[in-house]
């Protein structure tokens, strides 16, 4: 059979990109984004490019697909973990909401590099379907946080953002990469090494106080 005949049905077809999307999260783990290609994909499924092609026509279409997975992973415990109507105090959510980031660092290694990256090397009916996606659950978190904390959906949009991009940052800032350990080596200095969940925990806290003041 040719390799690059399609999956015969549907639920192959889904299973197949299961595939790859694990293929490609496990490449990320130990190697840089522009080191990964669709080669090193498919080597590492140990299929052709042929067959990968019939699924996926970037990497970015890949990679924005295992974003999505982890973003509704992380927002929909969020939401497990603070449902409508939780009367938590600030410091208790902060550390809930910590934890909970703490849990879901691999997604925020991608976030990374999604606006910059991934989302700017994809087809727009891509792009328009994730928005979408992302929307419809941060409405509803939206919504849960602005009814609990008794604030304007406005504010808590803004709340949820101003956390999401500091700790997309704080997470960048934790890792360990030789090449920026060997740059602070070469300067005379050390990294320092950052307590993600306390500075987060903290950093929560503070909004929490802010934006319900």
Not at 21 to 43: G, M, R, V
Not at 60 to 80: P, Q, V
Request: with cysteine; aromatic share 10%; hydrophobic share 40%.
């Amino acid at each position: 059979m040719s390799c690059c005949v399609r999956a015969r049905s549907e639920k192959q077809k889904e299973q197949c990109l299961v595939e790859i999307k694990e293929a490609a999260d496990a490449l990320f783990s130990t190697e840089d984004y522009q080191e990964i290609t669709l080669t090193t994909i498919a080597n590492k499924l140990g299929w052709s490019r042929c067959k990968l092609y019939n699924y996926v026509t970037t990497k970015e279409d890949i990679f924005l697909e295992i974003i999505a997975d982890k973003r509704d992973a992380y927002m929909t415990n969020l939401l497990s973990a603070y449902p409508l109507g939780c009367t938590y105090s600030h410091e208790v959510l902060a550390e809930v909401w910590a934890n909970i980031l703490n849990c879901h660092r691999d997604y925020l290694k991608y976030c990374a590099i999604l606006s910059t990256i991934i989302e700017t090397n994809v087809s727009i009916e891509r792009l328009a379907a994730f928005k979408k996606s992302y929307y419809t659950l941060a409405d509803q978190l939206n919504s849960v946080l602005a009814e609990n904390l008794h604030i304007s959906n406005e504010k808590a949009e803004q709340l949820f953002l101003a956390i999401y991009h500091y700790a997309v940052g704080t997470n960048s800032g934790c890792q360990n990469h030789p090449l920026i350990k060997e740059a602070m080596s070469l300067i005379g200095k050390e990294k320092t090494d950052i307590p993600f969940c306390e500075t987060m925990k903290d950093f929560i806290l503070m909004c929490l106080n802010w934006y319900t003041k």
